[in-house]
């Protein structure tokens, strides 16, 4: 399992420093959407300047337009890059052949993709997708702001499972009894909290004494 | 009808340059996605900067986050902002709200928006629906990669309609034919052009024949 540390709503310098506090407890780094679109590619470059060692995911939410975009992403330093899984299938091919190109991956948000997608998503190999409550569903419910976050299974596949969406303690404790997600993504938990250090250090050691019972 | 000039894949240097070259001949000026990732809220700034009496339509295309998506563009002078189609309905609400809270507009683009979705999205009154090819259908083929472009009709509603993808001179020509788009959004018919201007002119004046010739 993956701590995925997303950073979003922050200033480059802001995203910058709490990563610095925070970088021993946590494996990859996300560039939230926000940070993409208020900076653009300077904050997927800024981030894996500063640290080169994680792998850093830009969170570009490709829905067109899809090689320009992953090249961007895979130019600045990116490692992962991220697409919508209801965009059209092209673009969603589009960025799996430019990921393989530059030995990179891709992960498919499933953000309100249909059932009928789903199935036709879950035909890929070495990918991940991610299991996403999105922060407008978290903060103003809607129609699926009461159903909560729940771990996918794609039986037989090598599909990796992410899980999103305002993680906390609680639903972190949920996340790994129900599954074991490849990646636990998780922003606000960490960013927000009053000590992000003390934090980071909590979900750390809640994802290894879960790795040291499943002998990981 | 307004033609909307949108500015993709160049550096924001580049896209003032062309649009100071086509500026008479066009009404709005839309900063593309792929220049709001690679170079953030600063190519909108720019272009309104530069364009100031000109109408923007930041092409942000939202898919969650809206509130602050959606603030970030009209706080850099935009006039009008994207979002999804296919995004969770609580999203494309959330960015209404903050649009009519600014005195500005919402485009929908509704690329890969399905039947259903289409359905609920056109109750809304006083937005701009994109019909949309995509660049990827259009450099790839895929699903609906030959269905071509309509302009799709919203009887009784106030709802008004935009058309958008790979739009040339006969493209145009048939697209004015059909209906009577409230914008028509060309963008490498006009940028990657041999002469810009000259072709951002033909654009214009096709447009004014067809407004005498309705008495637009």
């Not at 090689?67 to 991220?82: K, N, Q």
Request: proline letters at 3%; charged letters at 25%.
């Amino acid at each position: 399992m993956n701590i995925q540390l997303a950073l979003d709503r922050l200033s480059i310098e802001e995203a910058v420093s709490i990563t610095r506090k925070v970088a021993p407890y946590i494996d990859w780094i996300e560039v939230g959407t926000s940070l993409i679109k208020e900076f653009g590619m300077e904050s997927v470059r800024s981030l894996k300047r500063t640290f080169p060692d994680k792998k850093i995911v830009a969170d570009i939410k490709t829905f067109d337009n899809a090689v320009y975009e992953f090249e961007l992403c895979f130019s600045a330093g990116a490692d992962i890059a991220t697409v919508i899984g209801a965009a059209p299938l092209v673009s969603i091919e589009a960025c799996l052949e430019v990921a393989n190109r530059h030995g990179k991956q891709v992960m498919i948000d499933l953000l309100n993709t249909s059932k009928e997608q789903l199935d036709v998503l879950s035909k890929y190999e070495d990918v991940i997708v991610c299991a996403h409550l999105s922060k407008d569903q978290q903060e103003r419910g809607g129609e699926n702001g009461n159903s909560g976050l729940h771990v996918p299974s794609f039986p037989g596949k090598s599909v990796k499972v992410a899980v999103a969406g305002g993680i906390t303690i609680d639903s972190f404790t949920k996340i790994i009894k129900e599954g074991n997600p490849h990646v636990v993504i998780i922003g606000s938990g960490i960013t927000k909290a009053d000590n992000p250090m003390d934090a980071a250090k909590t979900f750390y050691e809640m994802a290894n004494q879960y790795k040291e019972h499943n002998h990981e």
